[in-house]
């Protein structure tokens, strides 16, 4: 798997300042027992199988201690990787690399975890028409970097936020008054975002389709009222509407709702339920 085209995200370079604030504090002092002038070389290697990500925020980590370390990778971001394959080479001052071990795996670890259960879902619904999107369920502060990663993985991009897509939920609908006025609100609001209704009944499925929106989520929906909740949109004429499963979806059951007929299936699993992925880096 291979997601050359993937734009990074903004902020890296905050994100990583950040997160090397929190682990140095005041400064490293176990690096500081190694001379100031050696100079050292490195390998890191991958334990399992996985999808690499999180090359950008490793390479950060390490312009921001010292611009003399140098990363050369032999794979991009959202290359399927094997056991023991050598991931990149650090040449550099010993003590940058030293300091910046920990952080720059952390990033490693946690965004090519990302990629990789993406990837598990995406192959789970190869050869159907639904997409694999992620969800709002991220670790603070990596929204962004995790959106990169499900990109790298193979699954698409939900709302990265509050600001650009409208999700009318059951309590939303209660406070203005039910679904044609929420959908009605939300189209004035903001007439070229997506606009979104939440459904948990095939009666709710009816009422959504009739207003004018882009998309009905279909919560915790069985696999049977998913196939006819397909139905009575397949049924109607004029503007197609997409449907979007959601909810209760697992890596046993999520082919079966993708054969529904859904178009799309949103999954926090990706970006919430995260194995790290076993990186090391050793010094040669």
Same mark, same amino acid.
């Given at each position: 798997?291979?997601?050359?085209?993937?734009?990074?995200?903004?902020?890296?370079?905050?994100?990583?300042?950040?997160?090397?604030?929190?682990?140095?504090?005041?400064?490293?002092?176990?690096?500081?027992?190694?001379?100031?002038?050696?100079?050292?070389?490195?390998?890191?290697?991958?334990?399992?199988?996985?999808?690499?990500?999180?090359?950008?925020?490793? @390479?950060?980590?390490?312009?921001?201690?010292?611009?003399?370390?140098?990363? @050369?990778?032999?794979?991009?971001?959202?290359?399927?990787?094997?056991?023991?394959?050598?991931?990149?080479?650090?040449?550099?001052?010993?003590?940058?690399?030293?300091?910046?071990?920990?952080?720059?795996? @952390?990033?490693?670890?946690?965004?090519?975890?990302?990629?990789?259960?993406?990837?598990?879902?995406?192959?789970?619904?190869?050869?159907?028409?639904?997409?694999?999107?992620?969800?709002?369920?991220?670790?603070?502060?990596?929204?962004?970097?995790?959106?990169?990663?499900?990109?790298?993985?193979?699954?698409?991009?939900?709302?990265?936020?509050?600001?650009?897509?409208?999700?009318?939920?059951?309590?939303?609908?209660?406070?203005?008054?039910?679904?044609?006025?929420?959908?009605?609100?939300?189209?004035?609001?903001?007439?070229?975002?997506?606009?979104?209704?939440?459904?948990?009944?095939?009666?709710?499925?009816?009422?959504?389709?009739?207003?004018?929106?882009?998309?009905?989520?279909?919560?915790?929906?069985?696999?049977?009222?998913?196939?006819?909740?397909?139905?009575?949109?397949?049924?109607?004429?004029?503007?197609?509407?997409?449907?979007?499963?959601?909810?209760?979806?697992?890596?046993? @059951?999520?082919?079966?709702?993708?054969?529904?007929?859904?178009?799309?299936?949103?999954?926090?699993?990706?970006?919430?339920?995260?194995?790290?992925?076993?990186?090391?880096?050793?010094?040669?």
């Amino acid at each position: 798997m291979v997601q050359h085209s993937q734009s990074l995200p903004p902020g890296i370079g905050d994100t990583v300042t950040r997160a090397l604030e929190e682990d140095q504090g005041g400064g490293d002092l176990t690096a500081g027992l190694i001379a100031e002038d050696a100079m050292a070389k490195a390998q890191v290697t991958v334990g399992m199988d996985a999808v690499l990500c999180g090359r950008a925020w490793f @390479n950060e980590v390490f312009r921001q201690l010292d611009k003399r370390v140098i990363v @050369n990778w032999n794979y991009a971001d959202g290359v399927s990787l094997s056991p023991e394959k050598i991931i990149c080479d650090i040449n550099g001052p010993a003590r940058p690399i030293l300091t910046g071990e920990r952080t720059a795996l @952390n990033f490693l670890q946690t965004l090519s975890g990302t990629a990789t259960t993406t990837g598990y879902y995406v192959a789970a619904i190869a050869g159907t028409a639904a997409q694999l999107l992620d969800t709002r369920k991220t670790i603070p502060g990596l929204r962004l970097a995790q959106k990169y990663a499900v990109r790298c993985g193979g699954g698409e991009n939900h709302r990265m936020g509050l600001y650009d897509a409208v999700l009318i939920k059951e309590n939303h609908i209660a406070a203005a008054g039910g679904v044609e006025p929420a959908a009605h609100a939300a189209r004035r609001q903001a007439p070229e975002a997506l606009i979104e209704i939440e459904a948990e009944t095939l009666a709710q499925v009816r009422e959504a389709l009739a207003t004018d929106i882009d998309r009905v989520l279909l919560d915790n929906f069985s696999i049977e009222s998913l196939r006819a909740a397909v139905a009575i949109r397949d049924a109607l004429d004029g503007r197609r509407i997409d449907l979007e499963a959601s909810g209760g979806i697992d890596i046993g @059951n999520i082919r079966a709702i993708a054969d529904t007929g859904v178009d799309f299936i949103s999954i926090g699993a990706t970006t919430k339920n995260v194995t790290a992925i076993d990186f090391s880096m050793r010094f040669l």
